[in-house]
């Protein structure tokens, strides 16, 4: 069983930059991969992230080169660096272990907005 427990939402203008971190509540060394998802109103959940035990990451085209996403062992934390938002980025995100078949967080708000 894991608990994830997203924080570091909230409103920023276009251009700005946001972390947002989840804390794994649980056996964090054995999850083979952790990962970000959004899911706006009307549309489907879909992948921001992924992170491998091993640090292997895959993007999202629509957030490659702007986004980040680390695993710090240290504090059992996934983070997802976001800069140069982008009124599209406005979503609820997702903390998520093992795959969507796995654990979800209970999402964190992001608002670009002016």
């Known amino acids: 069983q894991v608990q994830l427990v997203e924080s570091g939402g909230g409103l920023v203008q276009p251009g700005g930059s946001l972390r947002l971190s989840c804390f794994a509540n649980g056996a964090f060394f054995t999850i083979n991969v952790m990962g970000w998802y959004r899911q706006g109103a009307g549309k489907h959940r879909e992948l921001v992230a992924t992170i491998t035990h091993g640090g292997g990451t895959e993007y999202a085209s629509s957030v490659e080169g702007r986004f980040t996403i680390s695993r710090e062992y240290s504090n059992n934390t996934v983070y997802l660096q976001m800069n140069s938002l982008k009124p599209e980025d406005t979503d609820v995100y997702y903390c998520?272990?093992?795959?969507?078949?796995?654990?979800w967080g209970q999402g964190t708000q992001v608002t670009v907005s002016s």
């Open positions: 998520n272990a093992y795959g969507p078949g796995g654990f």
